[in-house]
């Protein structure tokens, strides 16, 4: 926790140090720098050499629209952000969930999608916070997900830097507990075939995509590009092809 919000002391520190690419740069370079980490199936992650997921399929697809090509970018999570106030890229796609911290930092598009913190063990483990006291949590460095055990008297918490290390803690008995994304959770279950259960949120949250803080014309493209996908179809189709449902905030006003 002290390590995340030094991370967001620093990112609010270099707030306007430097110009980030207006709307009108990326347009005329013809290609839309963005970030990610390639490590948080199923919404970034690589499949070989190939980065594929939910929101990088996404975003391939809001960039198509806008009629630009893609650079990626990858690199962990807990640097991302970070790295687009050091304008390694445009924004940055990466299941960020939008909290009031992360927002004096960089701006937040409409959320691209609703989800939660998911509970997931071993079968007959903990499936409640109140379950937690004294058991080992594994989660990922840097994430809404380790705020959220920390605030639970008595979890031990074990910080892993990618998400995946702390799914393996879980399956290798390191830890009695996995917290993380609903559906990530879902599919872990799922992929295991009955050796686990995934039980109750510990909270539920919004995901956006971030801009460097008061790009306010690359944040309009995206929310109209976004309006867009999803108005046409093009959202519901991805989101289908990966959660067999349309996983968009359906009561975001």
Same mark, same amino acid.
């Given at each position: 926790?002290?390590?995340?919000?030094?991370?967001?002391?620093?990112?609010?520190?270099?707030?306007?140090?430097?110009?980030?690419?207006?709307?009108?740069?990326?347009?005329?370079?013809?290609?839309?720098?963005?970030?990610?980490?390639?490590?948080?199936?199923?919404?970034?992650?690589? *499949? $070989?050499?190939?980065?594929? $997921?939910?929101?990088?399929?996404?975003?391939?697809?809001?960039? *198509?629209?806008?009629?630009?090509?893609?650079?990626?970018?990858?690199?962990?999570?807990?640097?991302?952000?970070?790295?687009?106030?050091?304008?390694?890229?445009?924004?940055?796609?990466?299941?960020?969930?939008?909290?009031?911290?992360?927002?004096?930092?960089?701006?937040?598009?409409?959320?691209?999608?609703?989800?939660?913190?998911?509970?997931?063990?071993? !079968?007959?483990?903990?499936? *409640?916070?109140?379950? #937690?006291?004294?058991?080992?949590?594994?989660?990922?460095?840097?994430?809404?997900?380790?705020?959220?055990?920390?605030?639970?008297?008595?979890?031990?918490?074990?910080?892993?830097?990618?998400?995946?290390?702390?799914?393996?803690?879980? #399956?290798?008995? !390191?830890?009695?507990?996995?917290?993380?994304?609903?559906?990530?959770?879902?599919?872990?279950?799922?992929?295991?075939?009955?050796?686990?259960?995934?039980?109750?949120?510990?909270?539920?949250?919004?995901?956006?995509?971030?801009?460097?803080? $008061?790009?306010?014309?690359? #944040?309009?493209?995206?929310?109209?590009?976004?309006?867009?996908?999803?108005?046409?179809?093009?959202?519901?189709?991805?989101?289908?092809?990966?959660?067999?449902?349309?996983?968009?905030?359906?009561?975001?006003?």
């Amino acid at each position: 926790m002290k390590k995340a919000l030094l991370s967001l002391t620093a990112l609010c520190l270099l707030a306007g140090t430097a110009e980030a690419r207006t709307w009108a740069e990326i347009k005329k370079s013809g290609t839309i720098k963005i970030g990610t980490e390639g490590a948080f199936p199923p919404f970034n992650m690589m *499949k $070989g050499t190939q980065l594929t $997921g939910f929101e990088v399929e996404l975003a391939n697809a809001l960039a *198509k629209q806008l009629g630009l090509k893609v650079q990626w970018v990858t690199q962990p999570f807990d640097g991302l952000l970070l790295g687009l106030q050091q304008d390694r890229f445009d924004f940055v796609i990466a299941s960020h969930g939008i909290t009031p911290e992360r927002q004096r930092a960089v701006d937040f598009a409409n959320p691209h999608y609703c989800t939660g913190g998911a509970i997931v063990s071993m !079968k007959g483990g903990p499936t *409640k916070a109140a379950d #937690l006291k004294g058991k080992i949590v594994a989660v990922q460095v840097g994430t809404t997900y380790l705020t959220g055990v920390q605030k639970i008297p008595g979890a031990k918490v074990l910080v892993f830097p990618k998400d995946t290390d702390a799914q393996t803690a879980l #399956l290798a008995g !390191k830890a009695a507990v996995w917290v993380g994304d609903k559906f990530t959770g879902l599919d872990l279950v799922k992929a295991q075939k009955g050796k686990l259960q995934q039980g109750a949120l510990l909270f539920t949250e919004k995901i956006g995509m971030a801009v460097k803080k $008061g790009n306010t014309s690359v #944040l309009k493209e995206l929310n109209a590009a976004l309006a867009k996908a999803q108005s046409s179809g093009t959202y519901a189709k991805i989101s289908r092809s990966y959660f067999g449902e349309d996983i968009r905030c359906k009561n975001f006003q």
